[in-house]
């Protein structure tokens, strides 16, 4: 089973940048899909960005597009969430999970780090 832990959220100005990171531990297969969501006060998780432990393309949220970026380290089993020109939408509680069925379905959330962007 794999075990996940956030870190790196914070307070910061619009404009600012923050990079999550997301220490994975447990065996992780190559297939296994990690993902970052984000949760804002009052709605549902969002997924924002997906990127398979193998490499190939990752996958971004129209809304973060071109202002993410979401890489792994696989020797040291973490997955970053760079994450520039915040706005104060990006506010929330970002957390990462992964796909092992490859079918889109997400467990072993972490628990969360808090991002707070002010205007």
């Known amino acids: 089973q794999v075990q996940l832990i956030e870190s790196g959220g914070g307070l910061v100005q619009a404009g600012d940048s923050l990079r999550l990171s997301c220490a994975a531990s447990?065996?992780?297969?190559?297939?296994?899909?990690l993902g970052w969501f984000r949760q804002a006060p009052g709605k549902d998780s969002d997924l924002v960005s997906t990127?398979?432990?193998?490499?190939?393309?990752?996958w971004y949220a129209e809304p973060v597009k071109g202002r993410f970026t979401i890489s792994r380290d696989n020797a040291k089993n973490l997955v970053y969430l760079q994450m520039n020109s915040l706005k104060p939408e990006d506010t929330g509680v970002y957390s990462c999970?992964?796909?092992?069925?490859?079918?889109?379905?997400?467990?072993?959330w972490g628990q969360g780090t808090q991002v707070t962007v002010s205007s």
């Open positions: 447990g065996h992780i297969f190559s297939s296994y899909v």
């Open positions: 999970a992964v796909d092992t069925s490859g079918r889109g379905v997400f467990g072993s």
């Open positions: 990127i398979r432990w193998s490499g190939g393309s990752p």
